[in-house]
């Protein structure tokens, strides 16, 4: 079973400010995801990697950006945060096509 | 275009009562794959199984079952005798073999068992 791990768990920081939350998985995989999700409502894909230095956007427009130099870190950065960005964010790891996806914690962001 | 339509938002049910969330999926491929996960208060998502499109038979684990029917394009999933701690949102999701690095999700179903 993959491990993945986000930090931190919650984070509450003012407007304009830069963040980057943190995601590393220790099981190898090469495809790493990351969502946004509203308590409770539908998760919008809006970044994925295939592998290191592979990145794409997703879905969802986001202000966000990411990077992906080692195979088992994945963070996502946040340049100036805006109240709009206030969510939770989701970071997913999959090994072999078709494998199901596994899910870190999740950071809870709320931007004042 | 891949698809997942979980018509219901919300369900209310009394613990011990069963209870069926429904699944409806859109794909053009042959080969695709299947998943259900549960997504408790506290936020992290839970994988709870995966079914391939050649595999219809139906599958049980402890209180929960899932139904797959390809005629209907349905894989619909079952909690019989409800508790409490399966008071969640659940996630329906899709992925096809062609490109298989995409998830597509439902929108998912609130589920609250009252004690």
């Known amino acids: 079973e993959a491990d993945i791990y986000q930090t931190p768990r919650y984070l509450v920081i003012g407007t304009g400010k830069k963040i980057t939350l943190e995601c590393s998985q220790t099981m190898g995989h090469d495809k790493m995801y990351w969502y946004q999700q509203d308590p409770g409502m539908e998760l919008h894909l809006i970044h994925y990697?295939?592998?290191?230095?592979?990145?794409e956007k997703g879905d969802l427009s986001s202000e966000s950006t990411v990077s992906r130099i080692r195979t088992e870190h994945f963070p996502l950065t946040l340049e100036s945060a805006r109240p709009s960005h206030t969510s939770q964010y989701l970071c997913?790891?999959?090994?072999?096509?078709?494998?199901?996806?596994?899910f870190g914690n999740g950071t809870r962001l709320t931007v004042t | 275009a891949q698809k997942v339509t979980q018509a219901q938002t919300e369900i209310s049910v009394v613990e011990k009562e069963d209870v069926t969330l429904d699944c409806v999926y859109e794909?053009?491929?042959?080969?695709?794959?299947l998943f259900w996960y549960k997504q408790p208060p506290s936020g992290e998502l839970v994988f709870l199984i995966r079914?391939?499109?050649?595999?219809?038979q139906n599958e049980i684990s402890g209180r929960y079952s899932w139904n797959f029917q390809k005629s209907t394009s349905s894989f619909n999933f079952t909690i019989t005798a409800s508790q409490v701690v399966d008071s969640a949102v659940y996630f329906c999701a899709l992925s096809d073999a062609n490109t298989g690095n995409q998830f597509y999700f439902g929108t998912g179903t609130s589920l609250t068992v009252i004690p």
């Open positions: 997913a790891s999959r090994g072999r096509l078709n494998s199901p996806l596994h």
């Open positions: 794909t053009r491929d042959t080969t695709y794959y």
């Open positions: 990697s295939y592998g290191v230095n592979s990145t």
């Open positions: 079914r391939n499109s050649f595999d219809e």
